[in-house]
T-cell receptor, first 111, second 115 residues
């Protein structure tokens, strides 16, 4: 069974700081990779996804993620965070009809 | 507006009672999913359905049951056999059931508390 690991449970940053959230998965075959975000009081929504092509993918709100196949990783980055980026971030992997999620990382951005 | 509606938002039940959580979508999506979200554990798949009248167990199906009699509806029953039912339950749907890279659309969730 595939598994998804997110390295940090809670990250606290100041505005304008850079953010990087780690994500590793265990499955060795072809995978599709996603980052979802859950803002306070809102439903989960897609931030970005990768399924083929350029391993550096850009998503909404200035986020990007890099797929490194040799490291089984799909880390999320943002060069300069804003207070509104405070949310919970989930990495997810799919190699069939099911989507497996990591445990999530809570990001708190201080003004 | 198209979307996924989960009701109620908060649900309280006594231990030993079955309870059914509603999930309705008007997105005309074929595939629907139920996840359970617990602090520090992320989302875990309970059941999923690729098409009407068909569904499969996810990773933590024990103590749960589902039905898929209509395309737009995928109710989840939490039975008294579920050892730790208090959790936040999320319903999701996917437009293309045959695509592995099609993203999920989520509802707002139901928080179930069993005492």
């Amino acid at each position: 069974a595939q598994s998804v690991s997110q390295h940090n449970h809670h990250v606290i940053l100041s505005e304008a700081a850079s953010l990087e959230l780690g994500c590793n998965y265990s499955y060795g075959g072809t995978v599709n990779l996603f980052w979802y975000v859950q803002y306070p009081g809102q439903h989960l929504q897609l931030l970005l996804k990768y399924f083929s092509g350029d391993p550096l993918v850009k998503g909404i709100k200035g986020f990007e993620a890099e797929f490194i196949k040799s490291k089984f990783s799909f880390n999320l980055r943002k060069p300069s965070v804003q207070w509104s980026d405070t949310a919970e971030y989930f990495c997810a992997v799919s190699n069939d009809y099911k989507l497996s999620f990591g445990a999530g990382t809570t990001v708190t951005v201080r003004a | 507006d198209g979307g996924i509606t989960q009701s109620p938002k908060y649900l309280f039940r006594k231990e030993g009672q079955n309870v059914t959580l509603s999930c309705e979508q008007n997105l005309n999506h074929d595939a629907m999913y139920w996840y359970r979200q617990d602090p520090g554990q992320g989302l875990r798949l309970i059941y999923y359905s690729q098409i009407v009248n068909d569904f499969q167990k996810g990773d933590i199906a024990e103590g749960y049951s589902v039905s898929r009699e209509k395309k737009e509806s995928f109710p989840l029953t939490v039975t008294s056999a579920q050892k730790n039912p208090t959790a936040f339950y999320l319903c999701a749907s996917k437009e293309d059931r045959s695509s592995y890279n099609s993203p999920l659309h989520f509802g707002n969730g139901t928080r179930l508390t069993v005492t």
